[in-house]
């Protein structure tokens, strides 16, 4: 199994910045994609961003040109640089891991949330 932490959320005005952590422990050798999800009181939860084993990445539309995912293997940890908040990017934000495996859907895994606010 695989635990997720995530870290770094807060408050922050709108136009300013935040960075958040997920750190990975468990089975972290087995992880493949790592993602930042994201939801707001009432509403589904959306897909922010993910980054590939091998680095590549993929943005909603909606933080395309601000927020930056990236991850360090070595330290089994993801990041979510996020930049120019806007009001609408407050949610709950949740890092997401699946595994290697032949078997589809992959298992995955979640972390408990990292709580972003922007006030306008």
């Known amino acids: 199994q695989v635990q997720l932490v995530e870290s770094g959320g807060g408050l922050v005005q709108a136009g300013g910045s935040l960075r958040l952590s997920c750190v990975a422990s468990?089975?972290?050798?087995?992880?493949?994609?790592m993602a930042w999800y994201r939801q707001a009181p009432g509403k589904q939860r959306e897909l922010v961003a993910s980054i590939s084993s091998a680095g590549t990445t993929n943005y909603a539309d909606s933080v395309k040109g601000r927020f930056t995912i990236s991850r360090d293997n070595a330290k089994n940890s993801l990041f979510l640089q996020m930049n120019s908040l806007k009001p609408e990017d407050t949610a709950n934000y949740y890092c997401n891991a699946d595994l290697y495996s032949f078997y589809r859907p992959p298992p995955d895994y979640w972390g408990q949330g990292t709580q972003v606010t922007v006030s306008s």
């Open positions: 468990g089975n972290t050798e087995r992880i493949n994609n």
